[in-house]
């Protein structure tokens, strides 16, 4: 029961910090964003993540979760490029997007083709007990 918990949250996560990060780009750059993004990016991260309805299967988790990195591997991309305005690659929504990403999902490029899956073992970071009380 916890793992089905916490793989829902970390789809939940995924989505709304993609989201987030849309969101504050959608404020400070509006035409360059709808230039780098499709309309059907408004059906997925239009609303809030957790007032939809996530897939009950394991394969449509896996299939959103997928969709959500590699969009969020391109938003990347994009705020980062050389057709970007200043500062939308570094700010705070970017930056946790970046983070988000680096620590739920790796992305494998093979000449043209991606493939983005979700990390499996979440990398090191926590801080032992030890080191907080030192």
Not at 120 to 127: N, S
């Amino acid at each position: 029961m916890l793992g089905a918990i916490r793989e829902l949250n970390r789809l939940e996560l995924a989505g709304e910090t993609l989201r987030a990060a849309l969101e504050a780009l959608a404020a400070a750059a509006p035409g360059w964003l709808a230039g780098v993004i499709d309309p059907s990016w408004q059906r997925v991260y239009g609303t809030r993540i957790d007032d939809l309805h996530l897939p009950e299967s394991q394969a449509g988790r896996r299939e959103l979760m997928a969709r959500y990195g590699t969009d969020g591997y391109f938003l990347l991309e994009q705020v980062h490029g050389p057709g970007a305005p200043g500062g939308c690659g570094s700010c705070p929504p970017s930056q946790a997007l970046r983070r988000i990403w680096v620590q739920q999902s790796c992305r494998e490029v093979t000449g043209s083709r991606q493939e983005v899956r979700r990390r499996e073992k979440l990398p090191g970071g926590t801080v032992s007990r030890r080191a907080e009380t030192a």
